[in-house]
């Protein structure tokens, strides 16, 4: 087991109050919390090494480019590609996926597919909906079950030789469902198809291999890995991406620009137009590190024991009905308390300094399925603990009662 203890001294944010309650941060689907490390890095960069990366020839432009790059470095061990220059650096997840979906927009055709699933969040259903209006596609949604469940025969039964990329979550940031990718994948390669898999709510808890799954495409953002926002990843093959026109015009992005024409960049500044978030994604190595230090197999552990204890806690709770139960799930738990509204449970448990997050979390078509406004939402990181599960337990039970 991990030592929870010592990791939270590591964040300087876990140890302030909140309406003179000590802090218990249960909204990390949304947004990890910091280490230090990371807050000293983004202030060590800009005190010592703050310079436009690339092409400069100066001191200052080689040791951040030098840092830059070694982020690249680091995110292709993190998740196994084989090569540097199929990570792209994005600001986040919904980036990356707006980047292949922009890119498939002019490949795409009248009679082709798309397939999504009823569980996707906006940031991976949107775009698709741009990009088929923009080509004359068609967009095909699975459904999913009464548990939170993909359906894995509708799916079966709408994948075809029409189907061009099935674009589907790993986790679902609203239920946890944890889908079966490497099903998903064999079988949309079967077809012809290629796969792009939102990783936002699985990068942060469990160990991705890219090489290993052959997915297509793979996303996930930073923030959510304890690194600092508007920083995302962009895994593509390499021959998939070289394939791919550029997302945006500028900077970085080109080798020779005349009025005749423009030649472009090779993987991967062919996609990274402009001046990056350098601090952060520089200070993203620092997270990623401190996560290799505990171990994503430790993480994955500890959050499941909350999971699992937190769920025995709540369903002694008169009332609560729980919004997915996949027997395969992540550090995710949606619920509502019947007769009252998931807004109204939120702020209470606020004034009693328990941060979760109420609403439809971006997934609307999750909440239309379910005939519901939104849930309340628990989800754990590595510094979480039992007794704040205790605690939060406590907290539900009295704006239960506070709102009877």
């Given at each position: ?392 337990i406590a907290a539900i039970k009295k704006a239960q009662k506070m709102l009877a």
């Amino acid at each position: 087991m991990i030592n929870v203890d010592k990791i939270r001294s590591l964040f300087p944010i876990l140890h302030q109050k909140v309406n003179g309650r000590n802090l218990i941060y249960f909204d990390n689907a949304a947004s990890s919390q910091k280490p230090q490390i990371v807050l000293n890095t983004i202030n060590h960069y800009y005190a010592n090494e703050n310079a436009n990366i690339h092409r400069g020839v100066h001191y200052l432009s080689q040791k951040a480019t030098d840092k830059f790059e070694e982020t690249r470095s680091a995110v292709q061990e993190f998740i196994n590609a084989k090569n540097r220059c199929e990570i792209i650096f994005t600001k986040g997840t919904t980036d990356s996926i707006n980047l292949i979906a922009n890119g498939y927009g002019c490949s795409l055709s009248k009679g082709d597919e798309i397939l999504i699933s009823e569980m996707e969040h906006h940031s991976n259903i949107v775009p698709w909906q741009i990009c088929c209006k923009k080509s004359g596609a068609k967009l095909k949604v699975i459904p999913i079950l009464d548990d939170g469940c993909l359906d894995i025969k509708s799916f079966e039964n709408l994948l075809s030789e029409k189907t061009k990329l099935v674009a589907i979550t790993h986790v679902s940031n609203a239920l946890g469902t944890i889908n079966p990718i490497e099903k998903i994948i064999v079988a949309a390669h079967k077809v012809g198809a290629k796969v792009l898999i939102d990783g936002a709510q699985a990068a942060p808890h469990k160990p991705i291999d890219v090489h290993a799954l052959n997915v297509d495409f793979y996303c996930f953002s930073s923030q959510k890995m304890y690194g600092p926002t508007g920083v995302g990843v962009l895994y593509g093959k390499e021959e998939l991406l070289n394939a791919l026109p550029p997302y945006q015009g500028g900077g970085e992005m080109i080798k020779e620009v005349s009025f005749k024409k423009t030649i472009y960049a090779d993987l991967p500044h062919k996609f990274e137009a402009g001046t990056p978030n350098i601090a952060g994604v520089i200070a993203f190595k620092a997270a990623l590190d401190f996560m290799k230090n505990i171990g994503l197999d430790n993480i994955s552990k500890h959050e499941e024991y909350l999971l699992q204890y937190c769920i025995q806690k709540l369903s002694k709770i008169p009332g609560i009905n729980f919004v997915g139960n996949a027997k395969k799930r992540a550090a995710v738990i949606s619920f509502n308390l019947e007769g009252l509204h998931a807004y109204d449970v939120g702020v209470l448990l606020d004034k009693m300094g328990v941060a979760i997050r109420t609403g439809h979390h971006c997934a609307q078509p999750i909440m239309e399925r379910y005939k519901i406004p939104g849930t309340a939402r628990i989800s754990f990181a590595a510094y979480n603990t039992k007794q704040e599960v205790d605690s939060c337990i406590a907290a539900i039970k009295k704006a239960q009662k506070m709102l009877a």
